[in-house]
């Protein structure tokens, strides 16, 4: 298969490249380097991205930003930045996507823990975890020609912990995350929201 990885250069699109790349071709796609490089905030970027790229059979979506921080203290701009970039930048890889992908391709998003086990500071990112996996859910009732669509919601992960200087313990490695990718992109159920912590 042909396959893109948005957010290829993070700690768990790069796990997922690297997963892929084991039996597929892998298209490396994110924000700053890459095999091609998009905005996911602005829809024409990601219409290039698209065109460049050309005729796919699948794509999974590891990237995304939200804001984290106190519900008094998070800005309309801090909203904003979560629903137009992890939201609708995920949303648009569909939408746009779908002029683009083979016959019985799919689409993985990523939401994550935080949509059903929210903690302090967690509002936004919360809410836009939440919004993926109804438009998921939803959008698998619509996709036209055997097109498939899942979210996979990672709990913390390993790497990201340890890059924060917190305890660890309790993350789940990259390298099982990508597990639940591997997944949604060959089996062939849509609609899921798939729980990464059953990888482990």
Not at 129 to 140: D, P, S, T, W, Y
Not at 142 to 169: F, H, Q
């Amino acid at each position: 298969m042909r396959i893109i990885v948005v957010g290829a250069t993070g700690t768990i699109g790069k796990a997922v490249a690297k997963l892929l790349a084991t039996e597929h071709e892998v298209i490396k796609v994110a924000s700053k380097s890459g095999d091609h490089l998009v905005d996911m905030s602005r829809k024409d970027s990601i219409e290039n991205m698209f065109r460049e790229v050309g005729p796919f059979d699948a794509l999974a979506c590891a990237a995304g930003v939200a804001r984290f921080g106190p519900l008094q203290e998070l800005s309309d701009e801090d909203f904003q930045t979560g629903l137009s970039g992890k939201l609708m930048g995920q949303v648009n890889l569909v939408r746009i996507g779908m002029n683009y992908i083979n016959d019985n391709g799919s689409f993985t998003l990523t939401s994550g823990v935080l949509s059903h086990q929210p903690m302090p500071g967690s509002t936004s990112i919360s809410m836009v975890n939440a919004g993926l996996e109804g438009f998921v859910r939803a959008a698998a009732l619509e996709l036209p020609r055997g097109i498939r669509i899942n979210a996979v919601s990672p709990p913390w992960v390993k790497e990201t912990l340890e890059a924060l200087g917190m305890d660890s313990s309790g993350g789940m490695p990259a390298q099982q995350v990508a597990q639940a990718y591997w997944a949604s992109i060959h089996g062939t159920r849509s609609g899921l929201v798939i729980n990464a912590k059953d990888f482990m």
